[in-house]
C-alpha cells in the first residue's frame, strides 16, 4: 500500500557553498536530474533546504531504477527513497514498522535522525527521535541503538507540506553539476584511462566534448565503437556527449616518413594536441583532457609531457597524473567502463610505436624532429574530416 507514496530526496553537496551563484548551480542541477528521470515517467520537483523532492508523477514508476539513475548525477552529496507522509505522529509511527521493515528485519543496529524543518510540528527533533526509535524497538525487538555505528539510520524529516521517513540514505554522485564549469575537449582513446580521466573532470562540472583519432585501416571499425561505447558509459553521469573523431591516418604516415622512429610518439601527441586546440577553437572548449599518468610510459615522462603541452595555449587538465594504474582501474570498474577498456581492439597509439621511444625528449629535439612536416596542412586536413555524432546514455 505504501509503495505508491515514494519519492527521492535528494541532498545537495558543494553547491551549498556557492554564494551567489547559487540559483545557476541550482538550476542546472534540476535541469540534469529531469534529464536523467524522465525516461522513467513524469516526476514533480520541490526544492528547499537544499534537499531536492522528486515526486512521481506517473503511477507505476520504478523508484529503485531512479534512484540507482539519480545517484549518478553529479552535484548531489546523497539520496535516499523515501515515503511521503502526513506531517503526523500517528502517520510516521504506523509507517515505521510495514516501510522500514526490509531495512530494520535484516539490520542489529540503528539510530534515529530526526530533521524538523517546520519549526512549527509539536514535537522537537530530539522527542521525535525518542518516540520513533521506541517504535522500531517496539516493531523489531532484536534490534539494539547504535548512535555511532548503526547498520542502518532510520531518517525523519519534517517539511513544510509533509514528513518523509525513509532508511537507506546512499551516497550520490559528488561533484558539480555537468555544466556549470564550461565545456572541455577530452582525448579518448578506447583505454582505461581516458574515461575515467573524462568522468573525473565531468564530476568537477565540465559539459564534455570527445576526441577520437581514428586511422583507419590501422584501426578498425571496432575500435571507434568502443570509443562510443565508453562515452555512452560517461554519458549516463554527464549526459549527452558530442563525439569528433578525426582522421589520423595521413598525419601517422607522414610522421613515419619524415621523422625519426624513436620521436613518433611524441611528434604524433604534438600533432593530436595541435588539432585538439583547433578542434577545441571550434566547439568552444575552453581546455583539453588527457588520460596521462606521470611515468605510465614513454610519452608521459615530465620532458614528453612538457613537449606535448607546448603545443596548445589551452590549459591541459590531466587528473590521472598522480594516480595508480590500481587507483584508475578501480574508478573505471565503479563507473563499469572497464570491462570495456580491456576489449582488445588496438589503438592508434599503437600504431607505428617506436622501438625505442624517447624517455627524455628536449623541446628543441621534439621540434627538429617534426620540422620535415607540412604541419598546418596535416592539420587542416585532420580537422577539416572530422566526423560529429552525439552520444546519448545507455
Ligand atoms: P588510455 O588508457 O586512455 O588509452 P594510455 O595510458 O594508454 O591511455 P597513451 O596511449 O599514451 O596512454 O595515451 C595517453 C592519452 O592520450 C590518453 O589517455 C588519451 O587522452 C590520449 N589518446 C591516446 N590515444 C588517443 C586516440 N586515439 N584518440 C584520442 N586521444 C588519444
Ligand atoms: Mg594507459
Given at each position: 500500500m505504501l509503495k505508491e507514496e515514494q519519492i527521492l530526496l535528494l541532498?545537495?553537496?558543494?553547491?551549498?557553498?556557492?554564494?551567489?551563484?547559487?540559483?545557476?548551480?541550482?538550476?542546472?542541477?534540476l535541469k540534469n536530474l529531469r534529464r536523467q528521470l524522465h525516461p522513467l515517467g513524469e516526476w514533480q520537483y520541490n526544492v528547499?533546504?537544499?534537499?531536492v523532492q522528486a515526486i512521481p508523477l506517473t503511477v507505476g514508476v520504478d523508484i529503485d531504477a531512479a534512484a540507482r539513475l539519480a545517484g549518478k548525477v553529479?552535484?548531489?552529496?546523497?539520496y535516499a527513497k523515501a515515503i511521503r507522509l502526513?506531517?503526523?505522529?500517528?502517520?510516521?509511527?504506523?509507517?515505521?514498522?510495514?516501510?522500514?521493515?526490509?531495512?530494520?528485519?535484516?539490520?542489529?543496529?540503528?539510530?534515529?535522525?530526526?530533521?524538523?524543518?517546520?519549526?512549527?510540528?509539536?514535537?522537537?527533533?530530539?522527542?521525535?527521535?525518542?518516540?520513533?526509535?521506541?517504535?522500531?524497538?517496539?516493531?523489531?525487538?532484536?534490534?539494539?541503538?547504535?548512535?555511532?555505528?548503526?547498520?542502518?539510520?532510520?531518517?525523519?524529516?519534517?517539511?513544510?507540506q509533509y514528513?518523509f521517513?525513509h532508511?537507506?540514505?546512499?551516497?550520490?554522485?559528488?561533484?558539480?553539476?555537468?555544466?556549470?564549469?564550461?565545456?572541455?575537449?577530452?582525448?579518448?582513446?578506447?583505454?582505461?584511462?581516458?574515461?575515467?580521466?573524462?568522468?573525473?573532470?565531468?564530476?568537477?562540472?565540465?559539459?564534455?566534448?570527445?576526441?577520437?583519432?581514428?586511422?583507419?585501416?590501422?584501426?578498425?571499425?571496432?575500435?571507434?565503437?568502443?570509443?562510443?561505447?565508453?562515452?555512452?558509459?560517461?554519458?549516463?553521469?554527464?549526459?549527452?556527449?558530442?563525439?569528433?573523431?578525426?582522421?589520423?591516418?595521413?598525419?601517422?604516415?607522414?610522421?613515419?616518413?619524415?621523422?625519426?622512429?624513436?620521436?613518433?610518439?611524441?611528434?604524433?601527441?604534438?600533432?593530436?594536441?595541435?588539432?585538439?586546440?583547433?578542434?577545441?577553437?571550434?566547439?568552444?572548449?575552453?581546455?583539453?583532457?588527457?588520460?596521462?599518468?606521470?611515468?605510465?610510459?614513454?610519452?608521459?615522462?615530465?620532458?614528453?609531457?612538457?613537449?606535448?603541452?607546448?603545443?596548445?595555449?589551452?590549459?591541459?587538465?590531466?587528473?590521472?597524473?598522480?594516480?595508480?594504474?590500481?587507483?584508475?582501474?578501480?574508478?573505471?570498474?565503479?563507473?563499469?567502463?572497464?570491462?570495456?577498456?580491456?576489449?582488445?581492439?588496438?589503438?592508434?597509439?599503437?600504431?607505428?610505436?617506436?622501438?625505442?621511444?624517447?624517455?627524455?625528449?628536449?623541446?628543441?629535439?621534439?621540434?627538429?624532429?617534426?620540422?620535415?612536416?607540412?604541419?598546418?596542412?596535416?592539420?587542416?586536413?585532420?580537422?577539416?574530416?572530422?566526423?560529429?555524432?552525439?552520444?546519448?546514455p545507455?
Open positions: 541532498k545537495m553537496g558543494e553547491l551549498a557553498l556557492k554564494g551567489l551563484n547559487r540559483r545557476t548551480f541550482e538550476d542546472q542541477l528547499s533546504q537544499s534537499t553529479f552535484g548531489f552529496a546523497g502526513p506531517k503526523d505522529m500517528a502517520a510516521i509511527l504506523a509507517a515505521c514498522a510495514e516501510y522500514l521493515a526490509p531495512a530494520l528485519a535484516a539490520a542489529q543496529t540503528f539510530k534515529v535522525e530526526a530533521k524538523r524543518a517546520d519549526k512549527s510540528f509539536p514535537l522537537r527533533s530530539p522527542e521525535i527521535c525518542e518516540t520513533v526509535g521506541e517504535r522500531v524497538l517496539e516493531a523489531f525487538p532484536h534490534l539494539r541503538v547504535d548512535v555511532h555505528h548503526p547498520a542502518v539510520t532510520v531518517s525523519v524529516e519534517i517539511r513544510e514528513a521517513l532508511a537507506d540514505q546512499q551516497r550520490g554522485a559528488g561533484g558539480l553539476p555537468s555544466g556549470t564549469a564550461g565545456e572541455a575537449a577530452i582525448l579518448i582513446s578506447g583505454g582505461i584511462d581516458s574515461p575515467v580521466a573524462a568522468w573525473m573532470m565531468g564530476k568537477r562540472g565540465l559539459r564534455l566534448t570527445g576526441i577520437h583519432f581514428a586511422s583507419p585501416p590501422y584501426t578498425s571499425a571496432r575500435a571507434e565503437e568502443k570509443v562510443h561505447s565508453l562515452l555512452r558509459k560517461v554519458a549516463v553521469y554527464t549526459g549527452p556527449i558530442r563525439l569528433l573523431v578525426v582522421p589520423f591516418t595521413q598525419f601517422q604516415e607522414a610522421i613515419r616518413a619524415h621523422c625519426p622512429e624513436d620521436f613518433f610518439t611524441i611528434v604524433m601527441r604534438r600533432g593530436m594536441m595541435r588539432c585538439a586546440e583547433q578542434l577545441a577553437k571550434t566547439y568552444e572548449c575552453g581546455a583539453l583532457i588527457t588520460g596521462e599518468s606521470l611515468g605510465q610510459v614513454a610519452s608521459q615522462t615530465l620532458g614528453a609531457l612538457a613537449c606535448t603541452d607546448a603545443v596548445t595555449a589551452l590549459p591541459v587538465f590531466r587528473p590521472l597524473i598522480g594516480m595508480d594504474k590500481e587507483e584508475v582501474v578501480r574508478t573505471a570498474r565503479q563507473i563499469d567502463t572497464f570491462d570495456i577498456s580491456i576489449l582488445p581492439y588496438e589503438d592508434c597509439c599503437t600504431v607505428f610505436t617506436p622501438r625505442h621511444p624517447k624517455t627524455k625528449p628536449r623541446l628543441r629535439q621534439a621540434e627538429e624532429a617534426e620540422a620535415a612536416l607540412e604541419m598546418d596542412s596535416l592539420v587542416r586536413t585532420a580537422c577539416e574530416g572530422v566526423q560529429i555524432h552525439w552520444i546519448t545507455i
